[in-house]
């Protein structure tokens, strides 16, 4: 069973466009994120939702939108898409938000979405 | 503002140990994971500490020393699988910062 799932793996599309990833978690888990790996690997979160609520919003520009419909999608939503969008963007999901001085703090990643702008 | 820095890059043989130093600044501290991420996957879970000291996992232990702002993960008996990057992060009031990586290559 997928623990954290993300679609599409692969995405193409041309500069302007409107493109969404979808991303799903089947954990149970109350807190889910968005980030950014650019091709340096440099890994940035964008996003996190804490029982639909947003708890981290990094600086990213509004054209990143995510929307939380429920505890366990998170979908992120990218206007007007530029050449610097390409990146990896990894969903993933935790139980707790990591300030609730829990035993453990653990990310479940989903497998990332390639995202091409041309 | 937040910053963690780590090594770019570490280099070992197979059966060796090897120690992965972490050293952060954050606004407000609540915790340091680890995070390993082998080339086209996806991070995984490594360790987590929010208290000073040492934790174990098999093979892989991490530290954390708060008062200096550092941590370290230290592997044991390197196999060639462990060859990945290896990412610090930091969560913090209202952040969540990653380290930009070591990369860590194991050779026979």
């Known amino acids: 069973d997928t623990a954290v799932s993300q679609t599409p793996k692969y995405l193409v599309t041309q500069m302007g466009n409107d493109k969404s990833i979808k991303c799903e978690q089947n954990?149970?888990?109350?807190?889910m994120y968005w980030y950014k790996q650019d091709s340096k690997k440099f890994l940035k979160i964008m996003f996190s939702?804490?029982?639909?609520?947003?708890?981290i919003n990094e600086t990213v520009p509004n054209r990143f939108s995510p929307k939380s419909p429920d505890k366990a999608h998170l979908n992120l939503h990218i206007n007007s898409l530029e050449l610097g969008d390409s990146a990896v963007y990894f969903c993933?999901?935790?139980?707790?938000?990591?300030?609730?001085?829990?035993?453990?703090?653990?990310?479940?990643f989903g497998p990332g979405t390639r995202l091409t702008v041309t | 503002g937040q910053s963690l820095e780590q090594p770019s890059e570490v280099t070992a043989v197979e059966g060796a140990i090897v120690q992965i130093n972490c050293t952060y600044q954050?606004?407000?501290?609540?915790?340091l994971s680890w995070y390993q991420q082998h080339d086209g996957g996806a991070p995984t879970f490594l360790s987590y500490?929010?208290?000073?000291g040492l934790e174990e996992t098999g093979r892989f232990s991490s530290f954390l020393s708060r008062s200096d702002s550092y941590g370290y993960l230290l592997l044991q008996e390197l196999q060639m699988k462990d060859s990945a990057s290896y990412f610090c992060?930091?969560?913090?009031?209202?952040?969540?910062?990653f380290g930009k990586g070591t990369m860590l290559l194991v050779s026979p």
């Open positions: 992060a930091v969560r913090g009031y209202s952040t969540l910062t």
């Open positions: 954050t606004s407000g501290f609540y915790g």
């Open positions: 954990l149970g888990h109350d807190t």
């Open positions: 500490n929010a208290l000073d």
């Open positions: 939702y804490n029982n639909k609520e947003l708890i």
């Open positions: 993933a999901s935790s139980h707790g938000t990591g300030v609730d001085l829990m035993s453990s703090y653990e990310q479940y």
